[in-house]
């Protein structure tokens, strides 16, 4: 991939963009294995599958931009301490919609006289403009601004935006008003008639709000979804639970005939789109039944023959890891953003052998990575045996 920003230093981001895109997938699949062997000390390692390749670029679907310059003026990139607002609005990384609408953004943050919040002078407006398109090609757009001071203003002006951009379903103002590098703050208001984005993955379709967590790679997040769908048939549980399960991806896929899946959440909004993609695709609450909830305090309560856990960067940490081992459920399906927490975590289960596992590439150019793995209770004969 070619890159001009990263060619004259201005955007770094893409840390491996130099590396031939066969070596950075042979690299995940290398550093990942040997991570995950090292924490299972004597256990037999897993089948390793061949990994999953993306696009190398045009395949991020959600573009993060922070705002600068001035509000006639705007610039929708990123922030650098030595050279200011820096503009990315033709950064190869995203859709051709998402670089499409952009352009129309920045126009759109002149029309409306949103001044770009200033962070050396702390003063402005507009911090973050996040834009997130679905498979049908369908925009939501955040603007993050520091107060509702121009809320009448991007009123306003929205049937304007809504015409240049006739893909636009979901509008909202994020309140953020802390001098802090923080992306969004906790305050939505949603300026639409539409308050999810529809995204289209394999012929199921999940509702993502404002909030919610999703993937940035939708057709690797689909090839993922696929293989748990895949690797749970083989095991054909008769009770699934999906813990940190957000808008419901992996509970709706594996979803099946004298099967019960619950999906557990802490996010209630996450929830409620989880049941509306229930509803979508057909399925009764009996089927697919989601709680809004602590993670570690339901394992307490009930148990599954399968566990499906994706859990943020930090991994599942001592506490449940350690629960997860004492409930001790037949199976543990664990997708990971990040193999030295995955590895923290699978040193504990110290009673699961690892059986199959896939690195899925979600972010090419850079080292980050999406890893699969099935885990197994170790029999009893086999402890006995030791």
């Given at each position: 991939?070619?890159?001009?920003?990263?060619?004259r230093?201005?955007?770094?981001?893409?840390?491996?963009?130099?590396?031939p895109?066969?070596?950075?997938?042979?690299?995940?699949?290398?550093?990942?294995?040997?991570?995950?062997?090292?924490?299972?000390g004597?256990?037999?390692?897993p089948?390793w599958?061949?990994p999953?390749?993306?696009?190398?670029?045009g395949f991020?679907?959600k573009?993060?931009?922070?705002?600068?310059?001035?509000?006639?003026?705007?610039?929708?990139g990123?922030?650098?301490?030595g050279?200011?607002?820096?503009?990315?609005?033709d950064?190869?990384?995203h859709?051709?919609g998402?670089r499409?609408?952009l352009?129309v953004?920045?126009d759109?943050?002149?029309?409306?006289?949103?001044?770009p919040?200033?962070v050396?002078?702390?003063?402005?407006e507009?911090?973050?403009?996040?834009?997130?398109e679905?498979?049908?090609?369908?925009?939501?757009?955040?603007?993050?601004?520091r107060?509702t001071e121009?809320?009448?203003?991007?009123r306003k002006?929205l049937p304007?935006?809504?015409?240049?951009?006739?893909?636009?379903?979901?509008?909202?103002?994020?309140?953020?008003?802390?001098?802090a590098?923080?992306?969004?703050g906790?305050?939505?208001?949603?300026?639409t008639?539409?308050a999810t984005?529809?995204?289209?993955?394999n012929?199921l379709?999940l509702?993502?709000g404002p909030?919610?967590?999703?993937?940035?790679?939708?057709d690797?997040?689909?090839?993922?979804y696929?293989?748990?769908?895949?690797?749970?048939?083989?095991?054909?549980?008769r009770?699934?639970?999906?813990?940190?399960?957000?808008?419901?991806?992996?509970?709706?896929?594996?979803?099946?005939p004298?099967?019960?899946?619950?999906?557990?959440?802490?996010?209630a909004?996450?929830?409620?789109a989880?049941?509306?993609g229930?509803?979508?695709?057909?399925?009764?609450a009996?089927?697919?039944r989601f709680?809004?909830?602590?993670?570690?305090?339901?394992?307490?309560?009930?148990?599954?023959?399968?566990?499906?856990v994706?859990?943020?960067?930090r991994?599942?940490?001592?506490d449940?890891?350690?629960?997860i081992e004492?409930?001790?459920?037949?199976?543990?399906l664990?997708?990971?953003?990040?193999?030295?927490?995955?590895?923290?975590?699978?040193?504990?289960?110290r009673?699961?052998l690892p059986?199959?596992?896939?690195?899925l590439?979600?972010?090419?150019?850079?080292?980050?990575?999406?890893?699969?793995?099935?885990?197994v209770?170790?029999?009893?004969?086999?402890?006995?045996?030791?």
């Amino acid at each position: 991939m070619e890159c001009a920003h990263y060619d004259r230093y201005e955007c770094r981001s893409c840390t491996w963009l130099e590396r031939p895109y066969d070596d950075q997938l042979a690299a995940k699949q290398d550093s990942t294995r040997a991570l995950l062997s090292a924490a299972l000390g004597e256990r037999p390692e897993p089948e390793w599958l061949p990994p999953v390749a993306s696009a190398p670029e045009g395949f991020r679907t959600k573009a993060k931009m922070v705002a600068g310059g001035t509000a006639d003026a705007p610039t929708l990139g990123l922030w650098d301490p030595g050279r200011g607002a820096v503009d990315l609005r033709d950064c190869a990384l995203h859709t051709p919609g998402i670089r499409a609408a952009l352009p129309v953004l920045a126009d759109f943050v002149s029309r409306a006289g949103l001044p770009p919040y200033d962070v050396p002078a702390r003063r402005g407006e507009l911090k973050h403009v996040l834009v997130t398109e679905s498979p049908a090609g369908e925009l939501m757009v955040r603007w993050v601004l520091r107060s509702t001071e121009a809320e009448a203003r991007i009123r306003k002006h929205l049937p304007w935006l809504r015409e240049q951009l006739p893909l636009l379903r979901v509008v909202t103002l994020n309140i953020q008003p802390a001098h802090a590098a923080v992306l969004e703050g906790d305050r939505e208001v949603v300026l639409t008639e539409q308050a999810t984005l529809p995204m289209q993955v394999n012929g199921l379709t999940l509702h993502l709000g404002p909030r919610s967590f999703f993937q940035t790679n939708t057709d690797v997040a689909a090839a993922l979804y696929r293989t748990a769908q895949a690797w749970a048939d083989e095991l054909a549980p008769r009770t699934v639970h999906d813990l940190y399960c957000g808008v419901g991806g992996f509970a709706l896929h594996l979803a099946g005939p004298d099967r019960t899946v619950t999906g557990i959440e802490i996010s209630a909004d996450a929830v409620a789109a989880a049941e509306r993609g229930r509803s979508d695709a057909g399925l009764s609450a009996e089927q697919v039944r989601f709680v809004a909830g602590d993670a570690t305090s339901y394992l307490l309560e009930e148990t599954a023959e399968l566990l499906v856990v994706n859990p943020p960067r930090r991994g599942l940490g001592a506490d449940l890891a350690g629960r997860i081992e004492d409930v001790g459920p037949a199976a543990v399906l664990y997708s990971s953003c990040n193999p030295q927490t995955l590895a923290r975590d699978v040193a504990v289960l110290r009673s699961y052998l690892p059986v199959r596992a896939q690195v899925l590439d979600m972010f090419p150019q850079t080292a980050h990575l999406e890893v699969l793995l099935l885990l197994v209770v170790e029999p009893v004969e086999t402890q006995r045996s030791e």
